[in-house]
């Protein structure tokens, strides 16, 4: 079991920058680490993974160039956003599951999901 808290979200203009944390309740040494978004009405959607053994990053087209994730310690990841648009609202997840099969990008293979962050862009 683990928990995952999600923070840093919130109100910006279109082409600012937010940077969001999801704190763990254990080390996430060798596990797959997710952020997804979820607009209203639409379905959750992956927006990047790491691989927190090799450190290895992915990303869905949209935020390639916009999005970095990274690690700052065993237990906490960010996702560092710049030049957001309306299109990138939504609550905001990191989910995680064991990296020895793999880190793929669809929600249903994370096991342990946060309670998301809202972020809201503006115009």
């Known amino acids: 079991q683990v928990q995952l808290v999600e923070s840093g979200g919130g109100s910006v203009q279109a082409g600012g920058s937010l940077t969001l944390s999801c704190v763990a309740s254990?080390?996430?040494?060798?596990?797959?680490v997710g952020w997804f978004r979820q607009a209203p009405g639409k379905e959750r959607e992956a927006v990047g993974r790491i691989t927190t053994k090799n450190g290895q990053t992915a990303y869905e087209r949209p935020a390639v160039g916009r999005l970095t994730i990274s690690r700052k310690n065993a237990n906490t990841l960010f996702l560092q956003m710049s030049g957001l648009n309306t299109e990138d609202s939504g609550t905001y997840y990191c989910?995680?599951?064991?990296?020895?099969?793999?880190?793929?990008?669809?929600?249903?293979?994370?096991?342990?999901w946060g309670q998301g962050t809202q972020v809201t862009v503006s115009t």
């Open positions: 989910a995680t599951r064991s990296s020895r099969v793999g880190c793929p990008s669809h929600p249903r293979e994370f096991d342990y």
């Open positions: 254990r080390s996430l040494d060798d596990h797959c």
